[in-house]
């Protein structure tokens, strides 16, 4: 039959999972939508909130590090001036709540929505990849603010290294999608994942380059002679992202093979492992939900 | 043609899960590692069927049986443990009404949120959206958030979105009693039309009547297996016999009779036949707004022999139980309603309904009678055939062929006055007839101290023939019944029944009377009347009150132009009565009225009067009072006390009896009237009928 839709044996086919996606992004669009809407309706600013929340958060976490906690960034040259300090913080906090804002939700994704999965037959997919897409779009918003603090702190735009920026954001993109697949599906069995990414990801801030340089974490373990643990370091997909959208945004460098190899492994490895993962038990999610 | 489902030895196994998942223990990943078995239960074991396209099925089983697994699996919101499914076209299903709405969303938002989830696009819900919106009768609100409807509306959006997306196979999953009755009408015509355009319906339900009308063929699970894939009538009979619950089931056996109870439902079989429809006899309770059905009960039989059992159910929410003694007993089936409860309970009102096969299509009770009407395609509500009378004491239903089951004979034996019973054709999907024995005071209060209560007596015999049923009316009419030209006048317990050339002018409690003693009324209708004898021109009819020692003697006889009725007073011992009226009761086509010092036309009756309404204002004693309507014989009612003139007064009923009424009056001079034990005229009626005024 012509239009014949989708029926359950079609949710484990690999082969169909991309037109399943072209065939849902209509109600992919609509689910990031709803959920923004929702977030905002009663508020009286609406959406503005999307834009000042994050800027507050700048601001507060900025003040702190640079100004409190007097941290010590390497500038372009020599030490960082205050307004150099609060972009390197900011470009590191930006990447760093995407990727665990869009992990933490999507984890807790399927088991959110066990309503809807329960009764109704759609690509399951589409459900933790609205909330990646949610965290997407506060990332934009995000970008957009640190371009303009960008360009104000430091009075020029940034370099034409920019043009590596997507590619970057690619290599995350990728990588937290996978990721996001995998732990929501094994969290609908058990909820135990959660609590571990949970976990994880208040390890992982500190883990990971925000409000200090891998340079200080080289010199640091290289004076204490435990320079196998700064490989070990960079086992964090993370370190090497957000080091490497330093490096092009503030310091105008095209980051180097070494440094996005792992990480682009890494998101490839997520990605695979976790659409299989998923696809495999896509059509029996509701049963252990 | 392909059919559109195909199901083949489909097994679905669960694994057991006790509350959570553990590392180690029963069913733990220890146990996981180790290869060790966990516990397993068949949801399904080895289903398999195909229905075609366009084909109505339903599929029918006990609570746990796998229906809803069944219907998951044809959503696809799950799949077969082994065995394969085949689902051609797009599935809708009512499992998922309005899942993934979100309240903070407007009803637009909403409905193309949900039509997506249901797997329409944005430019074909653009195209049935006025639809959806027209169907819900959400109107202006569809710009409103969905946190501002009421939960009516809420469902009514939601099915409404189902309902239109277009489903090539449609599933609908108990869910036909969401909204007020208005939109499940609605629904029920959507439903209708989908068939007609051929869509396939898959139809879960314990409401077996709707799945006789509803479905072509139906499936019978039975503890995840399928036990029968028949004919709906088949698979109903099959079910009623076999399946249940086993504490709430029980089968009876009387010669060709046959009873089955189970679980809050009885059916009746004659000669192997249905003599009941497919949802039986049942009985009902409305309580803090909600009808809880005897079917929702908690059964067990209590007390079992071949031919009698006592079952009861336990109607948790309401604090009550049902106590049901069933006997087949001499050819007839016996039915004792009662309650029981521990503590006392405030019911809002109650119904015993009987559904009886559309093949019996004339209906009697008393000595009134008439045809029911089809059912057709557009009746969507209940279409009473008769007003709500005072309780008759036999009533018939006669076939329109002769079938192994010709006639049915009812009898009861009411221990509630307040009791009414009347005649209903169905809707079209239930199509049956509807015999509903309710209590439902205007106050809505229905008090039951702690205790049984016996609700009612009942007598079921369909062992009748056609001529035995219209014999045994003539007679026993007969002997009651006064015929002075064209009045006819039926003496029934307490009250007189008056029809002209056929048609009925009385209604409720027609010709009645009632007397005050100690500021109660005491109504001839409450008294015991068992004695009649035969006098000249007519009879005399003897009723004794239960509680006060005062029987009435009611002599009726024919005059040239009406009826003359002379009431007497047997006391037994010295008794003071502070009022007596007789009164009769008319339909509310009666207009104007006249007494013989005033007249007017009858108001109409209100919605809201609880209480009868005095209509005349003066209460001078005079000859009588009239009342005349268009197309009806203009009534003169006369009451006297010997010679002496009586004040007439003129009332309307509250809105439920909705009657006119004209009553003759005894006031005594003084604060009452004391009467010595001893035989004492009370006073002379006379009533009479003609078209001459007009």
């Known amino acids: 039959m012509s239009n014949s839709f989708y029926t359950n044996a079609h949710q484990s086919q ?30 009286v600013m609406g959406f503005l909130w999307a834009v000042l929340e994050p800027l507050f958060m700048m601001i507060v976490l900025t003040f702190v590090f640079s100004v409190v906690f007097q941290l010590r960034f390497q500038g372009i040259n020599g030490d960082a001036s205050s307004g150099e300090t609060a972009v390197i913080i900011l470009t590191g906090l930006i990447a760093w709540q995407f990727f665990a804002t869009a992990l933490a939700s999507a984890t807790s994704s399927l088991t959110d929505n066990r309503a809807l999965i329960t009764k109704v037959n759609f690509p399951r997919e589409v459900i933790p990849l609205s909330t990646v897409g949610i965290a997407l779009v506060n990332f934009a918003i995000g970008s957009c603010l640190l371009l303009i603090v960008y360009t104000l702190l430091l009075g020029k735009l940034p370099g034409a290294t920019i043009i590596w920026l997507p590619a970057i954001f690619a290599i995350q993109f990728v990588l937290v999608t996978g990721l996001g697949m995998l732990f929501s599906c094994m969290n609908a069995a058990f909820r135990d994942v959660g609590y571990m990414v949970n976990a994880s990801l208040l390890f992982g801030f500190y883990a990971t380059p925000i409000f200090y340089q891998t340079t200080l974490v080289q010199t640091e373990l290289s004076n204490r002679g435990w320079d196998i643990l700064y490989t070990l ?39 695979t492992v976790g659409t299989i993962y998923f696809r495999k038990h896509a059509p029996t999610l509701s049963d252990i939900l | 043609m392909d059919p559109v489902i195909e199901i083949d030895q489909v097994t679905k196994t669960y694994r057991a899960r006790t509350g959570t998942r553990v590392l180690l223990g029963k069913g733990g990943l220890a146990e996981k590692i180790s290869g060790k078995k966990h516990d397993t239960f068949h949801a399904l074991e080895n289903v398999s069927f195909t229905v075609d396209p366009g084909e109505s099925l339903g599929i029918i089983g006990a609570n746990g049986s796998g229906k809803s697994t069944l219907l998951k699996l044809i959503a696809g919101v799950t799949v077969p443990s082994q065995g394969t499914i085949n689902v051609r076209g797009r599935v809708a299903s009512l499992l998922e009404l309005g899942a993934g709405f979100h309240p903070m969303l407007t009803g637009r938002e909403n409905v193309y949120l949900n039509a997506g989830i249901l797997g329409m696009r944005h430019k074909q819900v653009d195209a049935v959206f006025d639809e959806i919106v027209e169907f819900s009768g959400i109107g202006r609100f569809i710009d409103q958030p969905v946190d501002t409807y009421s939960s009516g509306m809420y469902v009514r959006i939601a099915f409404s979105v189902a309902a239109y997306t277009n489903p090539d196979i449609f599933l609908i999953d108990e869910v036909l009693s969401v909204g007020d009755e208005e939109f499940q009408r609605r629904c029920r015509r959507r439903i209708g039309e989908l068939m007609d355009q051929g869509k396939t319906v898959v139809f879960v339900s314990h409401d077996l009547g709707i799945v006789n009308t509803l479905c072509e063929r139906v499936i019978l699970l039975s503890q995840g297996k399928m036990l029968l894939r028949e004919t709906t009538s088949k698979a109903i009979d099959f079910y009623l016999r076999q399946i249940g619950e086993e504490k709430g089931l029980c089968t009876m056996v009387h010669g060709p009779m046959e009873a089955i109870v189970c679980n809050g439902r009885i059916s009746i079989f004659y000669n192997e036949e249905e003599v009941t429809s497919a949802s039986g006899l049942q009985f009902q309770v409305f309580y803090m707004g909600h009808w809880q059905n005897s079917q929702d009960a908690d059964w067990s039989i209590t007390d079992k022999t071949e031919t009698s059992c ?89 076939a329109n062929d002769e079938g192994l089951c010709a006639a049915i004979g009812l009898e009861t034996e009411n221990q509630r006055p307040m009791c009414r019973a009347s005649w209903h054709n169905t809707d ?45 009316l003539g007679i026993d009419s007969s002997r009651y019944t006064i015929e002075s030209g064209p009045l006819r006048s039926r003496f029934d317990r307490g009250k007189i ?124 004693p005079g000859q009588s009072a009239i009342a005349t309507g268009p197309s009806l014989p203009t009534l003169t009612f006369s009451g006297k006390f ?53």
């Not at chain 1, 991309?18 to 929702?38: A, G, M, Q, T």
Request: a negative charge.
């Open chain 1, 14 to 43: 690999l082969r169909r999972l991309i037109p399943d996606l072209i065939r849902s992004r209509e109600l992919l669009r609509d689910l990031v939508w709803k959920d923004i809407r929702v977030r905002y309706r009663y508020a």
């Open chain 1, 233 to 271: 370091y960079f086992l964090n997909p993370m370190a090497g992202i957000v080091t490497a959208y330093r490096e092009i945004l503030f310091y105008n460098q095209v980051p180097s093979w070494q440094l996005l190899a792992w990480p682009i492994l890494s998101a490839i490895l997520a990605l």
């Open chain 2, 310 to 398: 006592t079952a009861e159910g336990i109607l948790a929410k309401v604090g009550i139980t049902l106590v049901w003694k069933i006997t087949l007993e001499n050819g007839k089936f016996h039915w004792d309603l009662a309650l029981r409860n521990e503590q006392s309970v405030s019911i809002n009102k109650y119904e015993i309904n009987m559904f009886f096969p559309t093949r019996f299509n004339q209906w009697m009770y008393d000595d009134t009678n008439g045809m029911f009407q089809d059912i057709l395609p557009d009746d969507t509500n209940y279409l009473a055939a008769t007003s709500p009378e005072l309780l008759f004491e036999t009533a018939s239903l006669l």
């Open chain 2, 428 to 472: 079209f999907m239930t199509g049956c007839r509807a015999l509903r024995i309710e209590e439902s005071p205007m106050d809505g209060v229905i008090a039951f101290e702690p205790g049984t209560h016996t609700l009612i007596n009942m007598a079921l015999d369909p062992t009748l023939s056609r001529e035995e049923v219209q014999n045994k």
């Open chain 2, 497 to 620: 029944r008056l029809t002209h050339d056929g048609v009925q002018l009385t209604s409720m409690l027609h010709f009645y009377t009632s007397m005050l003693v100690n500021n109660v009324w005491y109504d001839s209708i409450n008294f015991r009347w068992d004695q009649i004898e035969p006098i000249d021109r007519g009879f005399r009819v003897a009723g004794t009150s239960r509680r006060i020692p005062i029987t009435q003697i009611w002599e009726l006889t024919s005059t040239d132009n009406g009826l003359h009725i002379d009431i007497f007073l047997d006391i037994d011992e010295k008794i003071d009565i502070q009022e007596y009226h007789s009164s009769i009761l008319l339909s509310p086509d009666y207009t104007q009225w006249k007494t013989d010092h005033e007249s007017g036309s009858f108001p109409t009756i209100d919605t809201s009067s609880n209480d009868w309404s005095h209509v005349s204002t003066k209460y001078e």
């Open chain 2, 642 to 694: 010997q010679d002496e003139m009586l004040p007439h007064t003129i009332l309307n009923t509250n809105f439920q009896q909705a009657s006119r009424v004209l009553q003759a009056l005894r006031l005594p001079t003084h604060s009452m009237f004391t009467l010595d034990t001893g035989r004492h005229l009370y006073m002379n009626v006379d009533i009479m009928t003609s078209y001459e005024n007009d």
